[in-house]
């Protein structure tokens, strides 16, 4: 069934981006989760049958959704729920990562205020978790919307496993 597992994704040369991903998500994604990511509530607003992306009620900085290739994975394996079969992504790898810059770029979108953003552990910090400090020099930028293939050399070139 749909959602048993995220899919891999594979990274383009080029950073994800935002500004496409705004694109996408105007084609794909805000006739369920609206134009504005506020979600649809069920008939008696019990919940959410569309759950909201970003505002008061979205998920917060340093959760798993709010890192771009972990939300790409998802994107890829589920989205648009209707358009989407077992085994056949409708949406391509890039697409994917730009949805899901545009969903997480906090220069336009707000979100609840996270309890921390720390993280116990940087070495076993995913390479998309876009909050400082890290055991390398690239930026939270890049961190953030790649592009990630250096990222992952560099990583690997120190003997690290990079986690995504």
């Excluded at 006739?31 to 607003?45: F, I, L, M, S, T």
């Excluded at 909201?52 to 290739?69: A, D, F, N, T």
């Excluded at 697409?95 to 953003?117: C, F, G």
């Amino acid at each position: 069934f749909k959602g048993a597992k995220n899919l891999e994704i594979e990274f383009p040369d080029v950073a994800a981006s935002p500004e496409r991903g705004k694109v996408l998500f105007a084609e794909n994604c805000a006739r369920c989760h609206g134009n504005n990511g506020e979600g649809v509530y069920n008939a008696d607003k019990s919940g959410y049958t569309y759950p909201p992306l970003w505002g008061q009620y979205g998920y917060q900085p340093g959760s798993s959704m709010h890192r771009v290739i972990k939300q790409a994975q998802w994107l890829k394996s589920n989205m648009p729920y209707d358009k989407v079969q077992l085994g056949k992504p409708y949406l391509t790898d890039k697409e994917a990562l730009d949805i899901a810059a545009y969903v997480n770029d906090d220069s336009v979108h707000t979100r609840p205020n996270p309890k921390t953003l720390d993280y116990p552990d940087k070495m076993g910090k995913p390479i998309d978790y876009a909050h400082s400090p890290f055991n390398d020099n690239f930026s939270e930028e890049q961190h953030k919307y790649g592009p990630y293939k250096p990222i992952i050399a560099y990583w690997k070139k120190q003997g690290w496993k990079a986690v995504y």
